[in-house]
């Protein structure tokens, strides 16, 4: 019997080296052991006017059951190379062969401690689903993303336990082709850290960096202010 197939959309510039592709990977490999056969495609890759390119990726889509987007914010938005691969599949249309609806996640994560502020770009998300009529599965939206850093995901451990904990069971509902329930989304959207844990953190590590080249004593330093 055919594995059905899991897509995992990388929509990070950063690639391989984002936290995009890192909360991607550990959610892929979650659908590997639910039995799922799984792609990954990093967008920063598609190139729509190169054909062998379009046809790739519309390929891809058209034999999955399941697509995953994860991806930064940019700007209150997604960044260009996945706004563009989504124009593209719109306009291409791509339903699965079989007819039946793939369904979509939007995973999206920021810097930003508040998770909140991703919003507006699961509502393009969403939107692009009703667009070329995938089935909504739900949207992750993380905040503190810095916070994830070099950390293990499968640790489970510290600030990540809770996001972890919340992808392990995402991962059982995606299999099932089911949306995310909300206690899974509010595990999921919680903050990884207190704001002011998160800030502290921040501020302490932007200090390092200034050390490294011996300004850490001039950050407040405004040299262009007008004295007059």
């Known amino acids: 019997m055919n594995k059905k197939q899991c897509l995992l ?21 979650k659908m590997l052991d639910n039995g799922f ?24 889509i058209r034999e999955s059951e399941i697509i995953v ?3 930064p914010l940019y700007v209150d938005s997604l960044p260009s190379i996945v706004i563009e691969a989504m124009e593209v599949i719109a306009e291409k249309c791509c339903t699965k062969k079989t007819g039946n609806k793939q369904g979509f996640l939007a995973v999206i994560n920021s810097g930003f401690p508040e998770p909140v502020q991703n919003d507006t ?3 393009i998300c969403l939107n692009f689903t009703r667009k070329v009529d995938f089935k909504w599965l739900g949207g992750l939206k993380i905040g503190g993303g810095p916070a994830i850093g070099k950390q293990v995901l499968e640790d489970k451990q510290g ?32 903050p990884l850290a207190p704001k002011w844990l998160y800030l502290t953190i921040l501020n302490f590590g932007w200090w390092f960096q200034a050390r490294k080249y011996n300004v850490h004593k001039k950050l407040y330093a405004m040299p262009y202010q007008d004295t007059e």
């Open 121 to 123: 770009a699961l509502k």
């Open 69 to 71: 987007l994860t991806s």
């Open 37 to 60: 056969m799984v792609k990954e495609y990093l967008l920063r890759d598609f190139n729509s006017s190169n054909n062998k390119s379009l046809v790739s990726l519309m390929e891809l």
């Open 159 to 190: 600030l990540l336990k809770n996001m972890v904990i919340g992808l392990d069971m995402a991962a059982g509902r995606l299999a099932k082709g089911e949306s995310l329930p909300e206690d899974v989304l509010s595990l999921l959207n919680k």
């Open 9 to 29: 959309l990388v929509g990070s510039p950063r690639g391989l080296k984002s936290n995009s592709y890192k909360i991607g990977s550990y959610l892929s490999n």
